[in-house]
């Protein structure tokens, strides 16, 4: 792997693990100057009404819930965590972590029924799921896309039926990259690493190979990190 590359995953993995990181309690809600540029970029507010705003669910709504946790604001839950907001902000409130720990905090404090941990838990361990489903795609694709199964999801998981469950790729990002583009990726002088996820990793590895084939186009090598696992964005949000 490229030293430069080598570098920058090893300084991330000493930041992560840093006692700092782990005591470090969030204040930077009070550098809010409450400028609604989170909110203008956010995708969520913008076609959903029952969302309050990254402001609101952020800044705003963590001073209430530092006085009383009863004030806290169940369309928190609406909030994907996708840092639009984070981008935005003038000031480097970490809004999406606001809000995503006030969610956990309140998750952690309620008593979910049993049916509802059990989605959850299937649904957050994208990893696992993926490594299940995908040398099993053309067959799970099929049965997930039925009227009676969307049905039976609806009555025992509260999954309802009007969504549209992923879709899987038969056969992973991961190893079609080892088996056709590792090598080729070696000759480039200029190399970046690429964070693919479990999206493109199992759900659309052709997003990937597109990705490759920009970078490469510019003469820059893409490799993948060794031992890459689930970001845990999908667990954190549902307070695992």
């Known amino acids: 792997m490229d030293t430069n590359i080598q570098r920058l995953i090893e300084s991330a993995k000493r930041s992560l693990n840093s006692p700092a990181s782990h005591k470090y309690i969030d204040e930077s809600f009070e550098s809010c100057i409450k400028c609604t540029a989170c909110t203008a970029v956010c995708p969520v507010s913008r076609n959903n009404p029952l969302y309050p705003g990254p402001k609101q669910s952020g800044p705003d709504g963590e001073r209430l819930r530092l006085k009383s946790a009863e004030l806290y604001d169940d369309a928190l839950k609406y909030c994907t965590n996708c840092k639009r907001c984070e981008v ?24 979910k029924p049993l049916m509802n941990k059990l989605r959850d838990a299937i649904l957050s361990n994208t990893d696992v ?27 025992t998981l509260k999954i309802s039926k009007e969504r549209t ?25 200029r190399k970046v690493a690429y964070y693919h996820g479990c999206y493109v990793n199992y759900n659309n590895p052709q997003l990937g190979k597109e990705f490759l084939k920009v970078f490469n186009a510019m003469n820059i ?7 890459e696992k689930c970001c845990g964005l999908p667990l954190m949000v549902n307070g695992f």
């Open 88 to 111: 935005a902000c003038p000031s480097d409130v970490k809004i999406g972590d606001l809000i995503v720990r006030a969610r956990n905090n309140h998750l952690a404090q309620a008593k």
């Open 129 to 155: 799921m993926g490594k299940i489903n995908s040398p099993l795609a053309p067959i799970v694709n099929t049965i997930t896309s039925l009227k009676a199964t969307k049905f039976m999801l609806e009555k």
């Open 165 to 189: 469950l992923p879709k899987y790729a038969f056969g992973t990002f991961r190893s079609w990259y080892m088996k056709n583009a590792l090598k080729d990726q070696q000759k480039f002088q």
């Open 221 to 227: 090598g893409v490799m993948l990190l060794e031992k």
